[in-house]
């Protein structure tokens, strides 16, 4: 008799042509996800050959009851690694039967961004620096800390190894290997400041891609901790008081900045972000305020400043990108439930697209 996991596990392949897709998408906070599958029946090379699906937006915070039903468009293919074999997992935005895109799609508007003949031109690369926080799923409380309690001060956490010192390494390194196997370009993992948050870095990736990246490697993380019995928080600053919040550092360059004297299109840049700080803070995730205080390695949420090797400043220029006069700088100030989208998207449309007076 066949045990429930010989089930899970059965590789489809050498029994049928067809595959399950599963259609990933935002939900209504706009840091949900949802996802449901459906059978394919003949192979696919594009996520253009996939069919538009639907599902009631009314029960996910997209739609009112009484017109309920949104549209899903496939916009990025990944392999499935809980599935495996030819099954998919498929990035999808959201829209109206219309073919309105709804508010809470915020990939249509950045995929216009990063459309432009301007942006084209300058190929931009994203490298996105995901903190999270695991929590212990009936007390939300950080994985590895004693219930109602804390643990030593921070500073023996970051990188570290050791039971008493790194909490939910099977759940990090299961994530990674997953991505690697789905194909997203994830480069690296490490344990954060506070003692049960980590962090994964995806890219570098171009333009569009790295939202669609980003959000799915988010969706695979979120199954393996529902596997795990663990809860992902995406909160800025889960603990208050002398502990480290979460970010989500996201490093840019243009073709122009990798080239020879890009160090002056850096600094240009730069300058264009501060002229528009309050809007990039905005647009940069909810509750940030408590995480951008000018501690913890952070800028006050009110002040713009950029410094060389300054990890208290809202934009950090790498060292190799100063000696090389060329290279790529980071802005510190996302938070950790930012939307790559948006994020990438208003980067992009301030440094090569918008013209200061």
């Not at 906070?29 to 594009?46: E, L, Q």
């Not at 212990?136 to 994985?143: A, H, I, S």
């Not at 647009?283 to 000018?294: D, Q």
Request: glycine letters at 10%; charged letters at 25%; aromatic letters at 10%.
């Amino acid at each position: 008799m066949a045990l429930l996991n010989d089930l899970v596990n059965m590789n489809l392949s050498d029994h049928t042509e067809s595959f399950i897709a599963e259609y990933v998408w935002v939900g209504g906070s706009g840091m949900d996800m949802r996802s449901k599958a459906r059978t394919i029946s003949k192979p696919v090379s594009s996520p253009s050959e996939l069919p538009k699906w639907n599902y009631d937006g009314s029960s996910t915070g997209q739609a009112p009851g009484e017109d309920s039903e949104v549209i899903l468009y496939p916009q990025a293919i990944f392999k499935d690694p809980f599935r495996g074999g030819n099954n998919i997992l498929v990035m999808c935005d959201c829209y109206t039967p219309q073919g309105k895109p709804i508010p809470t799609n915020k990939r249509n508007n950045a995929a216009k961004i990063f459309s432009h003949p301007d942006v084209v031109a300058e190929v931009p690369w994203f490298g996105i620096e995901q903190e999270y926080t695991l929590l212990q799923k009936d007390v939300n409380w950080p994985l590895g800390w004693p219930v109602g309690g804390y643990p030593g001060p921070q500073g023996p956490y970051y990188c570290a190894i050791g039971a008493d010192k790194a909490f939910g390494r099977d759940i990090v390194d299961a994530h990674y290997k997953a991505c690697l196997y789905a194909g997203i370009n994830i480069s690296g993992i490490n344990g954060e400041v506070m003692p049960g948050q980590w962090e994964f870095q995806v890219g570098p990736s171009v333009g569009i891609e790295a939202g669609d990246q980003m959000w799915i490697a988010r969706y695979i993380l979120e199954r393996i901790t529902e596997i795990a019995g663990v809860v992902l928080s995406f909160d800025p600053k889960p603990i208050p008081g002398d502990w480290n919040g979460a970010g989500a550092h996201t490093n840019y360059s243009t073709k122009s900045m990798r080239e020879e004297g890009g160090y002056e299109v850096i600094k240009k840049a730069i300058e264009k972000l501060g002229l528009r700080h309050k809007e990039h803070i905005a647009a940069y995730g909810e509750g940030n305020e408590r995480r951008l205080t000018g501690r913890h390695e952070t800028a006050d949420i009110n002040t713009f400043k950029w410094g060389v090797a300054n990890r208290g400043a809202s934009i950090r220029v790498g060292r190799d990108t100063e000696k090389e006069g060329k290279g790529y700088f980071e802005d510190r100030r996302p938070a950790s439930n930012m939307d790559p989208y948006v994020v990438t998207a208003m980067i992009t449309e301030t440094t090569l697209l918008w013209k200061s007076n």
